[in-house]
């Protein structure tokens, strides 16, 4: 499966959180806060291999942990060597 970048993870589920804790209608009004929150909810399941949104945050922020705990970017990648190997 290929990994989300965390910057994008994190912007998506920062983004999606942040327009779900919205009250009342965006200046956009509320029929496009309900589109982007749906391309959002869309986009963090197609990114997570999920398929609605609650299960695409709780795997994102799993990522998002262990990208945080991995703070050279190997997590989950193959070293130089491993992919000249497989090639």
Avoid: F
């Amino acid at each position: 499966m290929l990994m989300p970048h965390p910057t994008m993870l994190r912007r998506l589920v920062e983004e999606y959180e942040t327009l779900m804790a919205q009250q009342g209608d965006t200046q956009d009004g509320p029929a496009r806060r309900d589109l982007r929150a749906q391309d959002l909810a869309y986009t963090l399941c197609v990114s997570t291999g999920t398929r609605e949104v609650g299960g695409a945050l709780e795997a994102a922020r799993r990522l998002l942990a262990a990208a945080a705990h991995d703070p050279g970017g190997t997590c989950g990648a193959l070293a130089p060597h491993d992919s000249a190997a497989h090639g």
